[in-house]
């Protein structure tokens, strides 16, 4: 027989004991203390413009539009706007609609985002893909599972690893260790110490904040000595790097001895969701046991449609990718002429130092007022205290004239707020 139950009586101020919490309290005790350590973020009001980049309107408060130049985008090479991309995106949500309809236990596999898996595998050179709703999610649930499926698992984390696969780390529940940031005597001691235990290694190939690169083959090397997994983030790199757009372990042509390539649909590709790719037996686990893949809806038609296009693109065109290295080299080379103090990086990535937070978000909003350049600052905890910066990302439709542009705003910007030339030496601050 059914059991009826009856709803509980609301609670009222006088039905219980306790003193009414105040649970505003905490969360604006929580802002204050950001607000005093400088940290509280203020997202500029940027909308882009299809057919325009890297040129963007910015609202004002006041409700006032100012056209301006974007200078941080990860739309590393502008393919959010290329026509191929938005014509498969536009095409396929008249086909098909807008939403995924659900998770893909429940709406089942459609065959744009079954193109893209196929896409994906072909682009690492790998037996399957995974798709996930983004690269955040793509490392902490493709980490988490794997590693947890591993029994006795020991991981080994590079020390500048991105939050996302710290937390897959976390959510593995297993051990790990911290090997200093792309230091191979560090890892090969930490994979000695663990003996004959499974051992996963997660790393990235490029470092977004600091623009250096991994020894990928030489970590795979050691993999392959102390018979460890490996897991690498290629997120900052796919679509720009290798004859193909498969990233880092493409160019440097260790791509097959990485055992899982992690990467991201929303930067070099310009659209957005992440995947992992792998052997079938890693792939099949982790679409089996991965909650964040599981219980969660899956990316609608549109996009994946857009992000295949948007691949296929860029394993044949070279252009972008040429384009994009050479307008990079170049703004490094002006801005270091100016006298400013921009980090040495192999990659795209051009970090500018400043090394207060304070001064970091006052020079932001200066470009942004004074000159329509948008950069956005780059405080803790992205960086450690005292290394703040502006992180410019240069791409290909960067000409000569916003180059220069950039660099006299940049050095007008540095003597009105007085800031640190070439030279100095940035030092993190202790915790
Ligand atoms: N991995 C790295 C190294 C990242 O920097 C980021 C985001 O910036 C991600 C993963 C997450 O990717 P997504 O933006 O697609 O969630």
Partial sequence: MPVTRMPAAPKTASSGPGIKTDFEGYFRAALDKLHGERRYRVFADIERVAGRFPQANWRRQDGSIREITVWCSNDYLGMGQHPEVVNAMTETAKRCGVGAGGT????????????????????????????????YVSNQAGISTI???????????????????????????????????ND????????????????????ESVYSMDGDVAPIGKICDLADRYGAMTYLDEVHAVGLYGERGAGISE????????????????KGFGCVGGYITGTSAVLDAVRSFAAGFIFTTALPPAVAAAARASVRYLKRSQVEREA???????????????????????????????????????????????????????????????????????SPFHDAAQIEKLTAALAETWDALDLPRAGTVFVEAAE
């Fill in 104 to 135: 893909r236990n429940i709406a089942g596999n459609n065959s744009p985002l079954v193109d893209l898996e196929r896409e994906l595998a072909d682009l690492h050179g790998k037996e399957a893909g995974l798709v996930f709703t983004s690269g």
């Fill in 147 to 181: 590693a947890r499926l591993i029994p006795n698992c020991l991981i080994l984390s590079d020390a500048f690893n991105h939050n996302s696969m710290i937390e897959g780390v976390r959510h593995s529940g297993c051990e790990k260790r911290i090997f200093r940031h």
């Fill in 184 to 203: 191979l005597a560090h890892l090969e001691e930490l994979l000695i110490e663990a003996g004959d235990r499974p051992k996963l290694i997660v790393f």
């Fill in 251 to 266: 160019r440097d042509g260790v791509m097959h001895r990485v055992d899982v390539i992690e990467g991201t649909l929303a």
């Fill in 324 to 394: 994009h290295q050479r307008q990079a080299a170049q703004t490094k080379a002006a801005l270091e002429a100016a006298g400013l103090p921009v980090l040495h990086t192999e990659t795209h990535i051009v970090p500018v130092m400043v090394g207060d937070a304070e001064l970091c978000k006052a020079a932001a909003d200066h470009l942004l007022e004074c000159h329509g350049i948008y950069i956005q600052p780059i405080n803790y905890p992205t960086v450690p205290r005292g290394t703040e910066r502006l992180r410019i990302t240069p």
